[in-house]
Structures are given as structure tokens and as C-alpha cells.
């Protein structure tokens, strides 16, 4: 989940009282040996390439801090079965670098500027044949008129209805026989402990000296850690790792994209993640999620990290943000929409009468719609800009 721009924002899950400041309250059994001074904050080598251009980012995020409901909105909900049960093996087959011949570029979806979205994390019951995903939405735009349907959604690499183990595989075949393409979710940031391969990042973080998993992602949902993206002991190195088994999965399922969240760790900073992690780090892990993706076949979007648009415009092909209207940040996506690339967008508590209008208009061109006040990302409420 993500929000941030000083903090960025992310989606809150289900159950998540609107309005929570980020105070990010960190329970010491949790965050055992994560400390702000692991990891040095310097893109290591490994099995990524550092970057070794100066980013024109920021080193700091932006001086005034914005309200921050500080928790996660848009992530499936865990189920009391989700958990694995057996440790699996130590590591996937494959490594970064030995990832599979890029797909050609032809051959990788590209998202027209103004594409439909739908945002759907959560899965209704209603909805058994297709993991809990409402393929046939079809409502009335803020612009009026008829019903209309999503171009793409965005949904879970799992289905999202009584486990988080089955690949939303029937849900992707459903979308194409429609017409729409899918994008497939994964956090790339933060570890959830309800994802069926979390005990080989817990057995890497023991095994290592206790580097990689850091603080609770918030005081609400201390079922996620931050994950440490310096390479000082092979972190980041397992983690791609971890993230081409995952890619690997997406498109097995047949999904077109794939949208990587929290990843954005360096503008949180230590006090909140457990982790010194610089900008250049930062460019170097995502550069390297883009690639994973783009060998696969996959387009790949980019979830806020405002503060790095302009570095990661070329990486990526496609947006994803939450609350850019909520909190005056949309500016900061034009150089999607300049390259031609959409941004899929998603507001929570402000009325579509309100930010519709300026995500429909030339000076933004967003790909917007609206979802639930109370963050969760079910298929309804549901209204596109247009």
C-alpha cells in the first residue's frame, strides 16, 4: 500500500479507521534487530548493477510533511489460513541475472495514455469463479452517460477469496474474454507474514544477522516489515530474487503487468523503515524490478515514489498513485503523461465532482476514479472520471 510525497500515502486494508496519523508505533519483538543502522544507505554491487549517474533527486524528502493516514489501504486481507504451514525451500531456482531473454518490446503490452482502470485488492464472495473479482463492473462515469468498463484492472497475484495461495489465474482469463488487461500486484517493499513464501524471508533474515526485515509497516498492521534494499550482506541480491519467483508467478497466470508497491523506502526514512536507505539505492532497486518485469514479458508500473518520477520515467511504463489530487502531487506525474504513458490513479476522500474535473483536463490527463472513504479496494464503490 502506498501513499507518500513526504510521507507518501498507502492504501489502507481492510477495517482501517480514516484519519489515523503515521505515527508508525514499532512493538520491539517485531522489529528485533532491525536498526537504523543497518544497512549503509549505498547502492552495493551484487546481481544488480549500482547506479552510478548522480539522481537528480532529492537526497531529503520535501521539507513540509503532509497528513498521513499512515496505513496501508489497498492490500488483500490476510485470512487466519494464509500462513504457510511448512518451510519451503531456501531460495527460488532462478537469479536476477539469469532471468529469462527479454521479451521483444512488441511483444510487451504498452497501456494506451487513456485507459480504464478498475482497483481491486479485495475479494467479494460473490465472485468464487474469478478469485473474488468483479470482471463484469460496469458503472456510470463522473461525466455521465452510460455504464462504462474497465480497460485494465489491477488485482492480486492471488485470489483474494478464503486463501492467499491460489494464483488469480481464472480471474486474468476472465479479464482478456472481455477485452482488458490485467495487472498483477505485488509489494515489493515490505514483507507480509500471509504470503504463502514469507518463511524464506524470515529463514534469509535469521540466517543473515536479523537484515532485512525492519519495522512494522504501521502500528495497524504489524503483519508486514519493511524489507532492507542494501546489498552490505546480499540483501537486495535475495530479494530480486524473491521478486522474479513472484514476476515469474504473475505471468505464469497469464497477467499483462505488474504494479510493484512500496517502493519508496528512502523517503521514509530510518525512524520509520529500520533502514538507512539513500535515493541512489532506491533507483537501483527499482531500475531492477523494471527489468525482472520486462523480461518476463510484463509491463511494468511504477506505484507514487514522486520524488524519483523524473528518473524512473523511462524505466517504467506505466503510473500508479493514490491521493495525488488529496494532497496537490498530480504535478509531480506529468512526465508519465508527457511520455505518453498513463497514470492510474486513485482518491479515497475527495468527491469525483471535485478531482474528476482536473483529471479529465489537459493539464493533467490522469486516469482516475473513486473508491471506498474507508480505503478498503473492493470491487464497489467504483466510479471512473470518464
Not at 505515527?23 to 552510478?52: F, P, R
Not at 505464469?252 to 517502493?263: L, N, P, Q, R
Not at 511494468?300 to 495525488?324: H, R
Not at 488529496?326 to 509531480?332: F, K, L, S, V
Request: charged share 20%; aromatic share 8%.
Amino acid at each position: 500500500m502506498s501513499k507518500f510525497s513526504p510521507p507518501r500515502r498507502t492504501p489502507l486494508r481492510l477495517g482501517v479507521l480514516v484519519g489515523v496519523v503515521a505515527t508508525t508505533i514499532v512493538a520491539s519483538a517485531l522489529a528485533a534487530g532491525a536498526t537504523s543502522t543497518a544497512g549503509t544507505g549505498v547502492a552495493a554491487t551484487g546481481a544488480v548493477t549500482a547506479v552510478t549517474a548522480t539522481p537528480t533527486t532529492k537526497a531529503t524528502p520535501k521539507a513540509t510533511p503532509k497528513p498521513d493516514p499512515g496505513q496501508r489501504r489497498h492490500k488483500p486481507k490476510p485470512t487466519p489460513t494464509a500462513k504457510p504451514t511448512a518451510t519451503p525451500t531456501a531460495k527460488p531456482t532462478q537469479s536476477p541475472t539469469a532471468g529469462p531473454t527479454a521479451a521483444p518490446k512488441g511483444d510487451i503490452w504498452r497501456p494506451a495514455l487513456r485507459s480504464r482502470w478498475q482497483y481491486q485488492l479485495e475479494g467479494n464472495p460473490a465472485y468464487p469463479a474469478t478469485g473474488g473479482v468483479n470482471v463484469g463492473i460496469c458503472a456510470v462515469p463522473q461525466t455521465g452517460g452510460a455504464c462504462v468498463r474497465p480497460d485494465v484492472y489491477d488485482i492480486d497475484l492471488y485470489a483474494n477469496v478464503g486463501n492467499n495461495t491460489t494464483l488469480n489465474t481464472e480471474a486474468v482469463k476472465a479479464i482478456h474474454a472481455r477485452g482488458a488487461k490485467a495487472i498483477c500486484y505485488v509489494d515489493a517493499g515490505s514483507i507480509e507474514d500471509f504470503r504463502p513464501d514469507y518463511q524464506q524471508f524470515l529463514d534469509w533474515h535469521n540466517s543473515h544477522g536479523k537484515s532485512l526485515l525492519g519495522k512494522p509497516f504501521s502500528s495497524t498492521f504489524p503483519n508486514e516489515r519493511w524489507a532492507n534494499i542494501n546489498n552490505d550482506k546480499g540483501q537486495r541480491d535475495f530479494l530480486l530474487q524473491m521478486m522474479e519467483a513472484r514476476v515469474a508467478k504473475c505471468a505464469s497466470a497469464g497477467f499483462d503487468g505488474v504494479e510493484f508497491d512500496v517502493v519508496h523506502a528512502h523517503e521514509e526514512g530510518a525512524s520509520v523503515t529500520g533502514w538507512n536507505i539513500s535515493p541512489a539505492t532506491q533507483l537501483t532497486y527499482n531500475r531492477a524490478l523494471a527489468g525482472i518485469a520486462h523480461r518476463y514479458g510484463l509491463a511494468v508500473g511504477l506505484k507514487n515514489d514522486l520524488s524519483q518520477v523524473a528518473d524512473l520515467v523511462a524505466d517504467f511504463d506505466f503510473a500508479v498513485n493514490e491521493e495525488c489530487f488529496q494532497y496537490d502531487e498530480c504535478g509531480d506525474l506529468k512526465p508519465f503523461v508527457k511520455a505518453g504513458k498513463p497514470v492510474f490513479q486513485v482518491e479515497y476522500l475527495t468527491a469525483p465532482g471535485t478531482f474528476c474535473p482536473k483529471a479529465n483536463s489537459t493539464t493533467f490527463d490522469v486516469n482516475a476514479i473513486k473508491k471506498s472513504k474507508d480505503y478498503d479496494l473492493n470491487d464497489l464503490p467504483y466510479t471512473p472520471c470518464r
